[in-house]
């Protein structure tokens, strides 16, 4: 039987690439051992058989984001479960290949306030948190809220700009009726707890809130509990 070694070694050994391309090799999750795609250089292998993509790239693997329709009424520990490869929409056009180490080391953006749902988004893109976590107060959101209540003119002008939320007057808001019971809310820098405190100032109950978009981002059909890549064209 064959001495166990590292992948990256063995790999390097039958293609006669240097040990840091085979790394990449295997990072990039174009190599198989029996079959089935091994991501870790130090995986150690011994009489297995070690294949290598004929398209293979030895390059970094480049930092990902990924959007995500988080149902109502999730842990935070639940809605990270939700990012594994099993759980990609069918119509993630992005043509990013799934690799394990996408979903590791990620920064979760502009969480949902409880029972709230809707587009989420976590990224490793030190670019995409600096503009959604550092510059969140720029960022507009777009959410619908599901209320009871009668809402009178005088309220939806109340609702778009005059409100003081925890001592502090609230920026301008773009508030429309959607419906008798539903209501489009545009705004920045949302805060915890706003909405809701905005339809109770207003004489309303919020039932439920969906966010449907981020910046110039919206979650569209993707359906819920499931996630896609931020395409390298899209930006926030």
């Excluded at 150690?44 to 398209?55: G, H, K, N």
Aim: hydrophobic share 45%.
């Amino acid at each position: 039987m064959t001495e166990p070694v590292r992948l990256a070694k063995r790999l390097a050994e039958l293609t006669a690439c240097s040990r840091r391309e085979a790394e990449l090799y295997i990072a990039g999750g174009w190599v198989k051992v029996d079959g089935q795609v091994v991501e870790l250089p130090q995986f150690m292998v011994a009489d297995q058989q070690v294949t290598l993509d004929a398209a293979a790239k030895a390059v970094p693997v480049e930092p990902v984001t990924i959007l995500l329709h988080q149902p109502v009424g999730l842990e935070e520990a639940a809605v990270t479960s939700l990012l594994r490869a099993d759980t990609q929409t069918a119509d993630d056009h992005s043509h990013i290949r799934v690799l394990q180490q996408h979903f590791v080391r990620m920064t979760p953006c502009l969480p949902l306030e409880p029972n709230a749902s809707g587009l989420v988004v976590f990224t490793q893109d030190f670019r995409v948190s600096r503009k959604l976590v550092v510059g969140a107060a720029t960022v507009e959101q777009e959410y619908v809220a599901e209320v009871t209540g009668k809402l009178s003119e005088e309220g939806l002008k109340l609702l778009n700009h005059g409100l003081v939320f925890n001592d502090r007057p609230l920026s301008p808001a773009k508030v429309s009726r959607q419906s008798e019971t539903r209501l489009r809310f545009a705004l920045k820098g949302v805060r915890p707890g706003q909405i809701a405190f905005m339809c109770e100032s207003v004489g309303l109950q919020l039932l439920s809130l969906r966010r449907l978009r981020i910046g110039r981002l919206s979650m569209g059909k993707l359906p819920a509990e499931q996630w896609r890549y931020l395409a390298p064209y899209e930006k926030f």
